[in-house]
Each structure stands twice: as C-alpha cells, then as structure tokens.
C-alpha cells in the first residue's frame, strides 16, 4: 500500500532542519531567466539565424561575379532599408545608366542589404530580361510560361536586369505591362535595371532627343513604372573600362 506523504509535515521538517544548519534566513537569490543574445529567444539570436537563412537564399539566386556585391549609393541602400522594415509599403526601384556605371552591382547590394536584416521572409528571383522572355516561350520551360509568369509575377523580391535591351515586340511588350502591372497592383517590391531612362526630352521639332524606354518598352509600361518606381540614375564612367586600366602596368 502506498504511503502517503503529509506535505505540510515534510516541509516543517525540512525547515527545521535548515534552521539547524542555519540556512532558515538565506534569502532567496535573484533568478534571471531571460535568453541572452546567443541563445533561443532572444531576438538578437533568432534575428542571426534568419539573416544567416537569407543570405544563403541571395548566395542562391546570385551569380558568382556580384557576390561580393555592396550597396553604396545612398538612394540605394534607402530603399532597401525601406523595404526590409516595411515591404507591403516599398516601390520599386529603377536603376539606369549607362554600361558599366554599376546598376547590376548595386541592384544585388540592395538585395544582400535586404538580407543582412533578418527578414521573416526572403524569397527571391533574379534574372535578365532576355532571360525572362527565353523562359516565357514556348516550350522555354517544363512549368509552362503562364505558370512561370504567375512565379515572377508573385515572387516577394524580383531584380529585372537589363529592361529594354531585348528587341521589342507586340508580345514582349504584353509579357512585360503583365508582370510590371501585377506586381504593382500586388504591391511587390522589384528593382529594374536598365541602360535607358523612362523618357528623354524632344527637340524643338517634338522629336524624342534619344532612345528611352517609352519607345522601347510603350508609353503604357513606362507610365506604370513611373507609377511604382524610384529612379536612380547612375553616372560615371564605364567600371569595368576602369578596373582593367588599373589592373595593366
């Protein structure tokens, strides 16, 4: 038969016999439960594990050569740090410039930038223009392209290289309003390069003074990305010219 313990009994007994070895009056010690940073639940631990679980994801999505890609251009890394604390409220961002003026390096520096925050959620698609229209022909992939384009269109992040450079036709100017349209009315945050401006300004006969993404891409696309962007243009001379003059003896 079991033996039922008194518990009002044991406790007298345990006190007294502290009181015996005189440990009746020890107050209690301060008792700290909180996570420090390197342990779970501390925000600054989880804040590293996401930030180490984005990184890997832009490593992923990253060619090799802007890998070691940074944001510097102060209009840059704002909208990326814009985004990264309130994504549902970031525009687009538009980089122009000529060759060479560092829109590539700095559209994966936003990007890495994003990461580095420590996001609760990073996923990502980054590719070429022309790459984007290769993959939305026929047979360009196993998906299918209108399943390919709700994946672009839906993705969180999306880097859009080179707009306006593949040659110009009804359909890529239809492939194009649809995905630019959808992620505005989804209010996605995306980043657009390209080698030309939205628009550029007419002579004194009406004439456009150089080529633009208007006569591109259609006044209807650059309208809605006027709607949605941030433009940065970036200037200075070709990098890559630069850094291969530096490299000879």
């Given at each position: 038969?079991?033996?039922k313990i008194d518990n009002a009994a044991a406790m007298a007994r345990l006190r007294a016999g502290l009181a015996q070895r005189g440990l009746s009056t020890v107050p209690p010690g301060p008792t700290d439960i909180a996570p420090r940073p390197d342990e779970p639940g501390h925000p600054e631990y989880h804040r590293r594990i996401r930030t180490e679980w984005a990184l890997a994801r832009w490593e992923t999505a990253t060619p090799p050569r802007y890998r070691r890609a940074v944001a510097d251009h102060p209009a840059v890394i704002a909208w990326a740090d814009q985004t990264a604390q309130a994504p549902e409220e970031a525009t687009?961002?538009?980089?122009?410039?000529?060759?060479?003026?560092?829109?590539?390096?700095?559209?994966y520096g936003a990007l890495r930038r994003i990461a580095e925050s420590g996001p609760h959620q990073y996923e990502v698609i980054a590719t070429?223009?022309?790459d984007m229209y290769?993959?939305?022909?026929?047979n360009g992939s196993p998906r299918g392209p209108e399943a390919e384009l709700r994946r672009l269109c839906r993705v969180p992040l999306l880097l859009l290289d080179?707009?306006?450079s593949a040659k110009a036709t009804e359909w890529t100017e239809e492939v194009t309003y649809r995905?630019?349209?959808?992620r505005y009315n989804r209010c996605l945050p995306s980043i657009f390069t390209s080698n030309l401006?939205?628009?550029v300004s007419c002579d004194e006969y009406g004439q456009p003074t150089g080529p633009d993404l208007a006569s591109v891409l259609g006044e209807r696309i650059v309208s809605r990305v006027a709607e949605m962007t941030t433009v940065v243009a970036m200037t200075g001379a070709d990098r890559r010219l630069t850094?291969?003059?530096e490299d000879q003896p």
């Amino acid at each position: 038969m079991p033996y039922k313990i008194d518990n009002a009994a044991a406790m007298a007994r345990l006190r007294a016999g502290l009181a015996q070895r005189g440990l009746s009056t020890v107050p209690p010690g301060p008792t700290d439960i909180a996570p420090r940073p390197d342990e779970p639940g501390h925000p600054e631990y989880h804040r590293r594990i996401r930030t180490e679980w984005a990184l890997a994801r832009w490593e992923t999505a990253t060619p090799p050569r802007y890998r070691r890609a940074v944001a510097d251009h102060p209009a840059v890394i704002a909208w990326a740090d814009q985004t990264a604390q309130a994504p549902e409220e970031a525009t687009a961002l538009l980089l122009t410039g000529t060759t060479g003026t560092g829109k590539t390096h700095q559209a994966y520096g936003a990007l890495r930038r994003i990461a580095e925050s420590g996001p609760h959620q990073y996923e990502v698609i980054a590719t070429t223009a022309a790459d984007m229209y290769g993959l939305l022909r026929p047979n360009g992939s196993p998906r299918g392209p209108e399943a390919e384009l709700r994946r672009l269109c839906r993705v969180p992040l999306l880097l859009l290289d080179d707009l306006g450079s593949a040659k110009a036709t009804e359909w890529t100017e239809e492939v194009t309003y649809r995905l630019i349209n959808e992620r505005y009315n989804r209010c996605l945050p995306s980043i657009f390069t390209s080698n030309l401006p939205p628009r550029v300004s007419c002579d004194e006969y009406g004439q456009p003074t150089g080529p633009d993404l208007a006569s591109v891409l259609g006044e209807r696309i650059v309208s809605r990305v006027a709607e949605m962007t941030t433009v940065v243009a970036m200037t200075g001379a070709d990098r890559r010219l630069t850094s291969r003059q530096e490299d000879q003896p």
